[in-house]
Structure formats: structure tokens, C-alpha cells
């Protein structure tokens, strides 16, 4: 052991504690908002105690026939499934489980360009072509949402379309028409498989968009430590017909999940589930009338633009969740990544994300009404600086509807098992991609693996390193090189 290391250190830790000491404003996720909306069962029970292993009488995550296959059977009641499986992985091992069950090497998977990241995992491990459909644009805001039916309804004709996945809601709480792509899935006995990450909570009141399940998919990923009151990490997968077979899902998650999974996790979706059913509607009512409050007070601000039912209406943007304010700061002159920054520095309120136009807060079940004031308030500081300080040379982002998309010369899974080598960005023109990269959040992929990279990538990956955004997926996040195949 070298004799400088001081092993007393924590630096994890002393950085959790920091930010806790700040009595943060939490407008982000996970949604139980440092506690206050965990069910009490979790709040007052025995957390040590409960961190366990499979024991007797505590069931066996792979093969359950106890506590959990009846905490599983609850939860699917709950939500009109034909079965539900717990996650500890996230929802990101659900979407990888759902695609290898839906699709062989060589099969086609249709799915939206804004699909988050963890998707590469199911075409690597299943082999399946992406073909992917361009979302809509949502205009005065950038930002990429669902997708229209028409192209669709061109592709699932096509011999060896194995599924369909959707987004529902995207990061930015819109949702398309999933009713109608659900009714051109059954046409052609396609499976519709939903990436729900965000709307855990839509099942539970009427003011929000109907969730997947109640319009018609097949299989659902809920991340239920995002707007459900679950411990970060904990998901669930429910399938709501036989077009998506139970064993095949079993089967990779038995493959893909940890083989010592967190009864923590589990206990907080089973208590998340108790406190959903008895109290959701309640909890909604009450974060409606917060949200409603908060939206008329950031109307008044000059500069600002709150996301509304206004601009939405078409087939890939019909609607939206409130509960998720989006605001567009690009009228204050400065971008949602340089406010998101201030929003925290300065007074201690902490967004969910934050992109080139709009910063994006959550307002969970939980969020009480003195955050979303601080929420207000910091912004119209904001807006004010912004407005004395107008003239002053701005840095340029890059948008986050991201390039066209490339070309597809292989598959995700051909690509990412090449051989492959590093080259410089601004040398990797014509190269097949050997790596996703995607700025995060929102965690749309720029490129995949087995893409050309083209003109178009080069020059938005260049404005992305040039303005330091966060990157996830390249093996060179400062974006000097670029993993190609050989």
C-alpha cells in the first residue's frame, strides 16, 4: 500500500452528505424525495435488519413461489397484468430481457431514434436490426417526442419485424398515439413492447395520460423508484398479453439479474405497490393542484415558455404529464444546462435534467408546495440576471434533437464484438462506429454501434465536446477518439 494513502477518506460519502446538508430542493428522481414519500412501512422499518439473502421463508427472486410470487401477483392485479416480474437490475435489464425474448439474430426491431441507451444491451445480446423511426420534433421547446403511425404502418408488413418498442411518456413527459400503434401491432400480430420508465404513476388518476397497459401493449417496463415511491434501482416488467411468453422473459432475467438481489429493493416495491393502491389518487390530487399553482406562477416570468397542452396535439406529441414541467429558457438568452447549474449553485434546487433549450424538473408525489416555490422563485432571480446581463456572448449548444440519423452498415451486435481500434473524432468520417455514445441525460444515442460515422455526426459530436456535455457509452468521454470497427 503506498504510504500516502489515507484510507480514511470517503469521498462518496462525504459528497452524499454534502449535498444532504444542503437541504436540497429535489425535483428530480428517485420520486420518494429523500424519504418524505416513502411509504411508512419503509420509513419506519428495520432497513439493516431487512438487507438480507435468500433465507428460508423469503423466497428466491428466479423461482418464486413465495413472498415474492405473491408481492409479484399484488403488483400485477394492481395494474391489470397477466404477470409481473420485480427487477433490482432497473428497467434497463427489463428492456433488455424484452427484447431478447421478442427477437433472434437477424430479426428487425422497430423502434423510436430517441429510445434511452440501455436498448443496445437487448440488440447485442439478441442480434436484432434496429430500424429506427425519427420522432417529432416538439417545436419552441427541440425536444424529440413519439412517432407517427405512417412509417409503421410501412414497416410491420415486412417479413421479420419481430416487435415494436415504444417510448411512453419520453424523458420530457409527452406522450404519442400508443393506442393507435397498439391497434396496427395486433393488426399484424407484432408484439408491442413500452419502455414506461416515467409513467409509473399514470395508472392512478384521470388527469393524466392513460398508461401503456390500458392501451393495449404487451409487455411494460415501469422504473418504479422514479414516480412510484420505490428505491432507486427497483422496476418492474409487466406483460399484459401472451404475444410476449412469460418462460422467455424468465429466462433472460434469470440470465441478466443479479444472483444475490436486494431485499431492499424488493420490500420497497412491494410497499410502494401497497401505498400506490391505497393512496395514488389522493397523492395525485394533491401534487396536481401543486403543479397546477406552479405552472401559472412560471407563465408570469419573462423569458420562460412552461410546456402545455398548447403545443402538443399531433400523432407523435399528443399529450403530456404535467406532474413534469418543462421549461424553455432559450428567451433568457442562456441554455437549460447553464441554468440547471445555477438553479443548483445557487439556490440549492436540483432539476432532473437539463438540455441545450429546457431544463426539466419532477414533481413527484412527495414534492410539497414550498419546493416548488423555491422552484419559482430561483427562476425568476434567474430570468431577472438573465435580462440585466443581455448582449453578453453566449456559449453555443448543440440541440437535442442530435444529428440525422446515420446509415446502418451492420448490426448493434456484429459491431460491438469486432475487432476494434481508437481514432481521432475529427478522423473517423466513413468509419463504422464501434460504440454508442450519447449525451446524458436525456441519454438519446448520437450513434450506434455498427453506423457510419458521417459529416453530420462528426460536426454535433465536435459541438458536444466543445460545449462539455456529460456523455455516456464512449470509451473516450472527452470525444477525442472514437471506437471504430475494423
Not at 231 to 246: D, E, K, M, N, P
Not at 270 to 282: F, K, T, V
Not at 354 to 359: H, P
Amino acid at each position: 500500500m503506498p504510504e500516502n494513502s489515507n484510507q480514511m477518506h470517503i469521498p462518496l460519502i462525504d459528497s452524499l452528505e454534502k449535498y444532504r446538508r444542503r437541504n436540497p430542493v429535489r425535483l428530480h428522481v428517485p420520486g420518494h424525495k429523500g424519504g418524505q414519500a416513502l411509504s411508512p412501512v419503509m420509513r419506519q422499518g428495520d432497513l439493516p435488519g431487512w438487507d438480507v439473502t435468500e433465507l428460508e421463508g423469503l423466497d428466491d427472486l428466479h423461482n418464486p413461489d413465495g413472498a415474492i410470487a405473491a408481492a409479484q401477483q399484488l403488483a400485477a392485479n394492481l395494474y391489470g397484468a397477466r404477470h409481473t416480474f420485480f427487477l433490482v437490475n432497473g428497467t434497463t435489464v427489463g428492456i433488455h430481457a424484452l427484447i431478447s425474448a421478442t427477437c433472434a439474430e437477424g430479426d428487425m426491431l422497430v423502434l423510436p431514434r430517441n429510445a434511452h441507451r440501455s436498448v443496445l444491451g437487448g440488440l447485442v445480446l439478441s442480434g436484432a436490426r434496429p430500424v429506427f423511426l425519427e420522432p417529432e420534433i416538439v417545436p419552441e421547446f427541440g425536444f424529440a417526442a413519439g412517432f407517427g403511425k405512417d412509417r409503421l404502418k410501412q414497416l410491420l408488413p415486412r417479413r421479420g419485424v419481430a416487435a415494436v418498442l415504444a417510448v411512453h411518456p419520453c424523458y420530457y413527459g409527452v406522450v404519442g398515439d400508443l393506442a393507435g400503434v397498439s391497434e396496427l401491432c395486433r393488426r399484424y400480430s407484432v408484439p408491442l413492447i413500452v419502455d414506461e420508465a416515467h409513467g409509473t404513476h399514470l395508472r392512478f388518476h384521470p388527469a393524466l395520460p392513460a398508461d401503456a397497459l390500458s392501451l393495449g401493449a404487451d409487455a411494460v417496463v415501469q422504473s418504479v423508484h422514479k414516480t412510484g415511491g420505490a428505491f432507486t434501482q427497483a422496476s418492474w416488467l409487466h406483460l399484459g398479453t401472451g404475444r410476449v411468453q412469460r418462460e422467455q422473459v424468465a429466462r433472460t432475467l434469470r440470465l441478466l439479474q443479479t444472483s444475490s438481489p436486494s431485499y431492499l429493493l424488493l420490500a420497497s416495491l412491494d410497499a410502494a405497490r401497497q401505498q400506490l393502491a391505497r393512496h395514488g389518487g389522493d397523492m395525485l390530487d394533491e401534487l396536481l393542484e401543486i403543479t397546477q399553482e406552479t405552472l401559472r406562477e412560471l407563465t408570469r416570468i419573462p423569458g420562460l415558455v412552461v410546456l402545455g397542452k398548447e403545443h402538443l396535439g399531433t400523432c407523435g406529441a399528443l399529450d403530456h404529464d404535467p406532474t413534469r414541467l418543462v421549461v424553455s429558457v432559450k428567451g433568457l438568452g442562456l441554455s437549460g444546462y447553464e441554468v440547471g447549474r445555477r438553479l443548483a449553485a445557487g439556490y440549492g434546487v436540483y432539476v432532473e435534467m437539463a438540455d441545450a433549450f429546457n431544463v426539466v424538473a419532477v414533481l413527484a408525489p412527495g414534492t410539497g408546495r414550498e419546493d416548488a416555490r423555491a422552484l419559482v422563485r430561483a427562476l425568476a432571480d434567474i430570468s431577472l440576471e438573465a435580462r440585466r446581463d443581455a448582449g453578453l456572448p453566449r456559449v453555443v449548444i448543440p440541440s437535442p434533437a442530435g444529428p440525422p440519423v446515420p446509415p446502418q452498415v451492420t448490426t448493434p451486435r456484429r459491431a460491438w464484438l469486432s475487432p476494434q481500434r481508437s481514432v481521432p473524432l475529427e478522423e473517423s468520417r466513413g468509419r463504422v462506429c464501434g460504440e454508442i455514445i450519447a449525451v446524458y441525460p436525456p441519454g438519446t444515442a448520437i450513434i450506434y454501434p455498427g453506423e457510419e460515422i458521417t459529416p453530420e455526426v462528426i460536426e454535433y459530436l465536435l459541438q458536444v465536446r466543445a460545449s462539455g456535455l456529460h456523455c455516456q457509452g464512449a470509451a473516450d468521454p472527452a470525444l477525442r477518439t472514437v471506437r471504430v470497427a475494423d
